[in-house]
């Protein structure tokens, strides 16, 4: 594979140490590094563990995104393929000094505050009093309710958010513009094995595609209401994504060569991000959105940007 790098704050990721925290995982992700692509039997094989032992470690990696799976056919039904997202790890404390005194404008948009929305159904929206319109009827995206939602959901197609540019009506140079929100895929009920291609784009320009590893319902979201079935979508997961004058970052690993003068922050009044699945997705899972009151996380989409 490339050479792939992550950076990780401790702090700020400490679920990533936890995963690291076994000899077992380390031997798996080194394998998994060297060797390439394996199914979870072939793991167990080389490294003469049992399949159950590699199958519940490798999911703890999974859920630190430090491995990848995806299903493929094999000739007795389908498989897991399991690879390595990274070849080096890095460890950095950051300078919290300097942190604390940074320079950030932060705009946190409530995820029914869309202003564009081209959806297909299933779809469907809720506060966290209750479901707003009705249940997959794409023109529910225009009830005026929507500004209440803290979950929505839908199969392709986007949602578009314009954020005001507060950095241009201040003048003042931007460094960084970093993107935080909950995401996971969408499947009638749920299914932890339903990868979903779900590309970010802000002012027109795509800045990367994340394939989601499915629709999580093995417990309840942290926030998500108790009148909301569990076997619906409980949480997703927390995508934190960078653009710098290197390139784009998601979760402290580069992933594409969109860079920030390619947004053209200087030439707009309002910064316009776009979340969706596209039509001619390779895995067109679907996309739920979770904000305030839903998941894991309690919070709105948030744009930060970090001055010059």
Known sequence: MSNQIIVVDPLERPDILRSLASEVRVRI???????GPRNVNQVADELDLPQSTVSSNIQVLVDAGLVQTRSEKGRKGSQKICHSTFT?????FKDREPAQAADTIDVAMPI?????AEVSAPCGLCSPEGVIGLLDVPDTFLDPD???A??????RGFVEYQFPNNAKLAGTAVAALELSVELSSEVPGTAKNWPSDITAVINGREIDTWTSPGDFGDKRGKFTPD???????QYG???????TAEGTFRDGQRVSDCRLADLGLNDHRSIRVRIGVKEDARHPGGLNIFGRGFGNHDQDITLRLVRG
């Open 29 to 35: 992700l080194e394998h998994l590094t060297r060797k």
């Open 88 to 92: 080096e790890l890095l460890i950095a």
């Open 112 to 116: 029914g505050l869309y202003t564009r």
């Open 146 to 148: 929507r500004m209440r």
């Open 150 to 155: 803290g979950l929505l959901w839908f199969t």
């Open 227 to 233: 009148w909301w079935k569990l076997a619906g979508s």
């Open 237 to 243: 997961d927390l995508k934190r994504w960078r653009v």
